[in-house]
């Protein structure tokens, strides 16, 4: 029996608030998507990250592909997911910015999403620009 093709999901993991306000922004910026978790550690000291990791990875069928955008490369949010690394259909993805996410949401589901994740890095990469610098660049003075 072939296996049917899954969903594209994705979650936004980030120490405080800043999940939600990356949410708000792609809401703004590309509509509001269903397929899109956050989660928004030690804002409630109630709820453990494991438990809130745990609660969507049960909504991730075998078939599912889960992009993770994790906020900080060792930080104790993406070392929470690394448990989950291994799964074929997880992918995660520490660092991230709003340009980043936007590309890789927005792109075809037929693409592999190794080439899609590995695409909008380098292109997260140049919209971080240090603005100033650019623009006396472009004037021909110098803020140094």
Do not use: C, W
Not at 13 to 23: D, V
Not at 67 to 92: E, K
Not at 108 to 130: C, F, L, R, T
């Amino acid at each position: 029996m072939e296996k049917s093709p899954g969903t594209r999901k994705f979650l936004v993991a980030t120490h405080g608030t800043f999940a939600a306000g990356i949410k708000s922004s792609l809401d703004i910026i590309i509509g509001a998507m269903d397929n899109v978790f956050l989660i928004q550690a030690y804002v409630d000291e109630n709820r453990s990250i494991e438990a809130e990791i745990n609660e969507i990875m049960v909504q991730v069928e075998d078939n599912d592909e889960l992009v993770v955008f994790a906020d900080i490369l060792g930080g104790s949010v993406t070392n929470m997911l690394l448990q989950h690394a291994l799964r074929p259909n997880v992918h995660i993805v520490s660092g991230f910015n709003l340009p980043l996410v936007i590309e890789i949401l927005m792109a075809d589901v037929g693409e592999p999403i190794e080439e899609v994740i590995a695409s909008a890095i380098e292109n997260a990469k140049e919209q971080m620009v240090y603005v100033n610098k650019l623009i006396s660049s472009q004037t021909g003075t110098d803020n140094d």
